[in-house]
């Protein structure tokens, strides 16, 4: 079996579905396990570059369906190399039920799944921008996977970046508008910003948000990224997933607070797990973000989230009050305000905060990794300020259980 996020933060979920595992083998999930989980994630890479080995690519599927039903590669960084890497230290990562394979510990006849076998698998991908190290491995890939052919899913700017690479010349044209084009191993489907949840894959939709992350030095003009809320539409829960993103304190286009906005009336209902890059440590000074976020600007901005909660269930409260035709309780006695620390205790309970897109330090022996020293700094941070959030630094090979 291999190992699970959940092990280390919910041990009791992680009883519940060990007992499922360790069950009559062809019992099906009982209902409370289908309705605490939504979706499988395995990391096939979180850094942020410099690292090649290590680049943005995530693998998902419905947690009620099976990997070789179809998954969305969510970002497109690492790919094949590191799934041969995972596998290698873990085998059972992708492990499913079979007729014909060898038998397990507890009887189940299970089949394991080669590198090549899985990332053919993918039936769309979903991209927040077109970054390279966002994009390598669906581009080197895209001639030499079988299975069918893969829909590309973003925003129009980031899939005429991606047109550019697939001119002929960087590489063999291999992605197309057109889906009668039979020779194209790619078609590139665009989304719309804001437009309500657009569906990608089967009882999965993405609600797209634009987010801005730096802008040309030339010109000035904002280099658009992408945030998605990506919802199961049958038990109708959801993640938060940002592409890499500026601080609008510092941004010409300030865009996180619409997205805070929008986050706020779920968090704690349909919303539990968001994550958010952190490139830097907090030694990176404001004018060497280069349109990232380090530990002070992420707190920055989960305190705008939290500010947004509790000014939506303020909201809700006195509506729900008026309804019932009874006077607004007092929720507070102290005089704070939504917009202060003292109104945000706990805000946040619940909430897990996935670090993402950490950025490699190869230049100097480091006693900690890099996302576990910048995990450390956000979480005192978060702490900090008490609002009741879980600080996770995702990392290569994780499994995770949303």
Known sequence: MPPTLEWLTDPVRSIFNLAWRIA??????????????AFDMVVLGSG???DETNLSGYLLKRYDASWNAGTIGLEAGSGMGALARILD?????FEHPSQSSSVSEHGIERRQFSAC????????????HGHLDHISSLVLSAGSVGGPRKRIYGSLQTLRDIEGIFNGRLWPNLASWDESEDSSRLLYQSLAHEEGYQPI????????MPLSHGSSGDTGEVYDSTA???????????????????PDSLSREPRNKRIWEKAAGKVGKS??????????????SDETLYGHLNPQHLLAELRVLAAEVVKHRLETSSLQNLDCQRPAKRSRTDGSLPGRSDSLHHALRGMRIYLTHCKARLDRFSPKPIHMEIADEVRAL????DLGAEVIAVEQGMVIRI
């Open 89 to 93: 230290k873990c085998p059972e990562t």
């Open 48 to 50: 942020g570059g410099p």
């Open 24 to 37: 009559p083998q062809f019992e099906a999930p009982g209902t409370l396990d289908r309705l605490m989980y």
């Open 228 to 246: 998605y809320f990506i919802r199961h539409d049958v038990c109708n829960q959801e993640f938060l997933f940002f592409g890499d993103v500026e």
């Open 382 to 385: 978060v702490n900090m300020e």
């Open 201 to 208: 894959a089967e009882n999965v939709s993405v609600l797209m």
């Open 117 to 128: 076998d899985i990332y053919a698998f993918i039936k769309c991908f979903l991209i927040t």
């Open 271 to 284: 919303l539990h797990s968001i994550f958010i890059e952190c490139s830097w440590p907090s030694s990176r």
